[in-house]
């Protein structure tokens, strides 16, 4: 069996385990692997998760970043591994990161409402209200099949863009 063969069969299995519940086991196997190969994105992407999947928020960090920085990701996994890194920044306080790694990830992945939810909250922890509810109102009018709000669709989106126009109306 070649190099090729033995890093997918293990990255499987690590896979595997993870899925099985046994995220211990697939983290102590996935460092190996990620020690082994520092280089491989989608190590580090399943390293990433499988410490995030024990709550070692920080350790995910850097094997997101070194995922992100290679090559090799499906598309799938890439999203995936920017909605970790901003989703762990945001759990870990660090409100900026997680907001600029979120709007990296949307620059990507323009029209793709989980990174725009997970942003939304990122933007509120840093103070950021009247973007994040702009945010939302604009994903809630586009992906709404609620005939209600597809009714006001058009009011919803205008008022994104101009949370305190009744507001400046009344002055």
């Known amino acids: 069996m070649n190099s090729d063969h033995r890093r997918d069969a293990a990255l499987?299995?690590?896979?595997?385990?993870?899925?099985?519940?046994?995220?211990d086991q697939a983290r102590e196997q996935l460092m190996v692997l990620a020690k082994r190969s520092p280089e491989?994105?989608?190590?580090?992407?399943?390293t990433a998760?499988?410490?995030?999947?024990?709550?070692?928020e920080a350790e995910?960090?850097?094997?997101?970043?070194?995922?992100?920085?290679?090559?090799g990701l499906t598309e799938e996994d890439r999203h995936g591994a920017f909605l970790g890194l901003g989703s762990t920044h945001r759990v870990l306080?660090?409100?900026?990161?997680?907001?600029?790694?979120?709007?990296?990830?949307?620059?990507?992945?323009?029209?793709?409402l989980a990174l725009q939810a997970f942003l939304a909250?990122?933007?509120?922890?840093?103070?950021?209200?009247?973007?994040?509810v702009r945010l939302l109102l604009?994903?809630?009018?586009?992906?709404?099949?609620d005939r209600r709000v597809q009714d006001y669709r058009r009011a919803?989106?205008?008022?994104?863009?101009?949370?305190?126009?009744?507001?400046?109306?009344?002055?």
């Not at 299995?13 to 993870?18: E, F, G, I, K, V």
């Not at 491989?40 to 399943?46: R, S, T, V, W």
């Not at 909250?121 to 994040?132: F, H, K, V």
Request: aromatic share 8%; charged share 25%; no cysteine.
């Open 12 to 23: 499987a299995q690590a896979m595997q385990l993870r899925e099985q519940g046994h995220a």
């Open 40 to 46: 491989d994105a989608e190590i580090a992407y399943q």
């Open 49 to 56: 998760w499988a410490h995030d999947v024990l709550g070692l």
């Open 60 to 71: 995910a960090v850097p094997f997101y970043e070194r995922a992100l920085g290679g090559a």
């Open 93 to 112: 306080g660090r409100y900026k990161l997680a907001v600029q790694n979120l709007g990296r990830a949307l620059e990507e992945f323009p029209d793709d």
């Open 121 to 132: 909250m990122a933007l509120y922890n840093s103070g950021e209200g009247r973007q994040a």
């Open 138 to 145: 604009r994903a809630l009018a586009a992906s709404s099949s």
């Open 156 to 171: 919803i989106e205008h008022y994104a863009d101009d949370l305190d126009s009744l507001q400046q109306e009344g002055k």
